[in-house]
């Protein structure tokens, strides 16, 4: 009897060969490390599809792509709503590309409640980045995703480093937990902040400066720049409270203004001068190893965690379950101590 896993991608290799233009997955491969970004961007629709058959060939497309990836420099960029968080990546993202590196822009945005899909479209709101040819930008909806960080944004990576970006940087929702979610996939962790906006010390105790690498205060222009160089000595105060980062990077507070574009190529040295300085003491890899052992616990748990809830003898089991405990006549401990022992049998 065939494999399942070979029978699904048979049928989604099958599938790609049946749509009119589509290539199948080795040349899908082969055109994403041509730097071909329309090829890109349907091997990153296939990653997010939540398609069984899809998810069989998309890794293989990951893995394939492995072997090309790894030499980009990636960097996480998150801060409340209303930081300019957008502004910034563009204004960054154009220097970058006039300094002829290849950039790539993952941004995961808020979700509708209703239709699951994007509502801020950072296409919409990086237009001058979007238009240069050596930009990619790739806006996926958070959906019910932990912290606001796309299901597949690991993958997505994997695929743009392929493509050949120099620099990726990944922008958050900026709530709940994206800051853990995006600090565990990236290799330097920007943390943007604007005076005045009444969060110096909430920032503080909810422990984000202690991962930060930087720490940018946006918006120092104008009228705002008294009150943004009073924040930066307040945040340069505070990073003292934190002990060293395991390399011996001492984290630094920047003043920008994404409008005017002033401070935003000091910000890139200094990611730039961390990332020379981490390869070259070998934190860098083993920062990504790290990162990739991480990855393979959280896809396990999801693996075993869908496998549970997508066999239909479990699901019946477990609504049967549920109204036991509702009715208080098992206790919910033991519920799910019989539910997986089940589960464990099938």
Same mark, same amino acid.
């Given at each position: 009897?065939?494999?399942?896993?070979?029978?699904?991608?048979?049928?989604?290799?099958?599938?790609?060969?049946?749509?009119?233009? +589509?290539p199948?997955?080795?040349?899908?491969?082969?055109?994403?490390?041509?730097?071909?970004?329309?090829a890109l961007?349907?091997a990153?629709?296939?990653?997010?599809? %939540?398609?069984?058959?899809?998810a069989?060939l998309?890794?293989?497309?990951?893995?394939?792509?492995?072997?090309?990836?790894?030499?980009s420099?990636?960097?996480?960029?998150?801060?409340?709503?209303?930081?300019?968080?957008? +502004?910034?990546?563009e204004?960054?993202g154009?220097?970058?590309?006039?300094?002829?590196k290849?950039v790539?822009?993952?941004?995961?945005?808020?979700? /509708? /409640?209703?239709?699951?899909?994007?509502?801020?479209?950072?296409? +919409?709101?990086?237009?001058?980045?979007?238009?240069?040819?050596?930009?990619f930008?790739?806006?996926?909806?958070?959906?019910?995703?932990?912290?606001?960080? $796309?299901?597949?944004?690991?993958? %997505?990576?994997?695929?743009?480093?392929?493509?050949?970006?120099?620099?990726?940087?990944?922008?958050?929702?900026?709530?709940?937990?994206?800051?853990?979610?995006?600090?565990?996939?990236?290799?330097?962790?920007?943390?943007?902040?604007?005076?005045?906006?009444?969060?110096?010390?909430?920032?503080?105790?909810?422990?984000?400066?202690?991962?930060?690498?930087?720490?940018?205060?946006?918006?120092?222009?104008?009228?705002?720049?008294?009150?943004?160089?009073?924040?930066?000595?307040?945040?340069?105060?505070?990073?003292?409270?934190?002990?060293?980062?395991?390399?011996?990077?001492?984290?630094?507070?920047?003043?920008?203004?994404?409008?005017?574009? %002033?401070?935003?190529?000091?910000?890139?040295?200094?990611?730039?001068?961390?990332?020379?300085?981490?390869?070259?003491?070998?934190?860098?890899?083993?920062?990504? /190893? $790290?990162?990739?052992?991480?990855?393979?616990?959280?896809?396990?748990?999801?693996?075993?965690?869908?496998?549970?809830?997508?066999?239909? $003898?479990?699901?019946?089991?477990?609504?049967?379950?549920?109204?036991?405990?509702?009715?208080?006549?098992?206790?919910?401990?033991?519920?799910?101590?019989?539910?997986? /022992?089940?589960?464990?049998?099938?």
């Open positions: 009897m065939e494999n399942p896993a070979s029978k699904a991608r048979k049928q989604a290799a099958a599938r790609l060969k049946s749509k009119k233009g +589509t199948d997955s080795r040349e899908l491969v082969q055109q994403i490390s041509r730097g071909d970004t329309p961007a349907r990153i629709t296939l990653v997010e599809s %939540t398609r069984p058959e899809d069989a998309s890794g293989e497309i990951v893995d394939a792509c492995l072997e090309k990836a790894g030499s420099i990636r960097v996480g960029i998150t801060g409340v709503p209303g930081v300019g968080k957008s +502004t910034f990546i204004t960054l154009l220097q970058l590309v006039g300094l002829g290849k790539a822009v993952l941004a995961v945005d808020p979700s /509708s /409640s209703l239709s699951r899909g994007s509502i801020l479209g950072d296409k +919409t709101r990086m237009q001058e980045l979007g238009r240069s040819p050596g930009a930008i790739r806006p996926s909806p958070a959906g019910d995703s932990l912290g606001g960080v $796309a299901r597949k944004t690991r993958e %997505t990576i994997t695929l743009c480093e392929a493509a050949g970006f120099d620099v990726v940087l990944v922008e958050t929702v900026g709530v709940g937990q994206s800051e853990i979610a995006v600090h565990g996939m990236v290799d330097f962790f920007l943390l943007l902040k604007i005076a005045g906006a009444g969060d110096e010390l909430q920032g503080i105790k909810r422990g984000v400066m202690e991962m930060a690498d930087a720490v940018v205060i946006n918006k120092a222009d104008g009228p705002n720049l008294p009150a943004a160089r009073r924040a930066q000595s307040t945040f340069s105060q505070a990073l003292h409270l934190f002990p060293p980062k395991e390399n011996g990077w001492v984290p630094r507070v920047l003043l920008c203004s994404s409008t005017e574009g %002033t401070g935003v190529r000091e910000i890139w040295e200094l990611i730039d001068s961390f990332a020379t300085g981490a390869r070259a003491d070998g934190s860098f890899e083993m920062r990504r /190893s $790290a990162q990739n052992l991480h990855w393979l616990k959280q896809r396990l748990e999801h693996l075993l965690t869908s496998g549970f809830y997508q066999d239909p $003898a479990m699901q019946k089991a477990y609504e049967e379950m549920k109204l036991r405990v509702t009715r208080q006549e098992i206790s919910p401990f033991r519920a799910a101590d019989e539910l997986l /022992s089940a589960y464990r049998g099938r």
